[in-house]
T-cell receptor, first 112, second 114 residues
Framework: AQSVSQHNHHVILSEAASLELGCNYS??????LFWYVQYPGQHLQLLLK??????LVKGIKGFEAEFIKSKFSFNLRKPSVQWSDTAEYFC??????????FGDGTTLTVKP | DGGITQSPKYLFRKEGQNVTLSCEQN?????MYWYRQDPGQGLRLIYY???????QKGDIAEGYSVSREKKESFPLTVTSAQKNPTAFYLC?????????????FGSGTQLSVL
């Protein structure tokens, strides 16, 4: 069975601080890794995804994530956060069999 | 506009009652999903379907049922067997093109027990 673990439930940062949100997964097959974001009052939307190739993937709004196979990790990073990055962030594993599993989410609050 | 429509936005259930949540998509997506979102627990997969007339149980299928008679529709029934149904329910869909594509989400249904 696949599972996703996000280490931080709530992160509070000041503007311009650097961000790293942890995500570890457990799955025996080919992993397809995603980060989704849910801004207040909006739908969940895709931030970035990794299928194969370069383990460092870049997404929208300056976010990036690094796939480290040996650590089963896919941490999300941003060098300098903005107040508008305040949202809930979800890491997810989608399998080729069509099943998608999400982590518990991390709420990011950025103080202006 | 293309997208996923969930209805109703709010739903109340009496004890012992079955209720059905609607999910319709006009994106021509193959796969559809139902998730339950509880505070602090993220999204938990209830059921998913990759093709019409076929669906699989997710991680918390007990007390729920689904059908997939049409490609664009994937209704979820919360049965009386579900003892803790109060939650926010999200429907999603995606293309299946060999490898999984991103999920598109609906706006959700908040179910509460009277």
């Amino acid at each position: 069975a696949q599972s996703v673990s996000q280490h931080n439930h709530h992160v509070i940062l000041s503007e311009a601080a650097s961000l790293e949100l942890g995500c570890n997964y457990s799955y025996g097959g080919t992993v397809n890794l995603f980060w989704y974001v849910q801004y207040p009052g909006q739908h969940l939307q895709l931030l970035l995804k990794y299928f194969s190739g370069d383990p460092l993937v870049k997404g929208i709004k300056g976010f990036e994530a690094e796939f480290i196979k040996s650590k089963f990790s896919f941490n999300l990073r941003k060098p300098s956060v903005q107040w508008s990055d305040t949202a809930e962030y979800f890491c997810a594993v989608h399998t080729n069999a069509g099943k998608s599993t999400f982590g518990d989410g991390t709420t990011l609050t950025v103080k202006p | 506009d293309g997208g996923i429509t969930q209805s109703p936005k709010y739903l109340f259930r009496k004890e012992g009652q079955n209720v059905t949540l609607s999910c319709e998509q006009n994106l021509n997506h193959d796969a559809m999903y139902w998730y339950r979102q509880d505070p602090g627990q993220g999204l938990r997969l209830i059921y998913y379907s990759q093709i019409v007339n076929d669906f699989q149980k997710g991680d918390i299928a007990e007390g729920y049922s689904v059908s997939r008679e049409k490609k664009e529709s994937f209704p979820l029934t919360v049965t009386s067997a579900q003892k803790n149904p109060t939650a926010f329910y999200l429907c999603a869909s995606s293309l299946l093109q060999g490898r999984p594509e991103k999920l598109f989400f609906g706006s959700g249904t908040q179910l509460s027990v009277l």
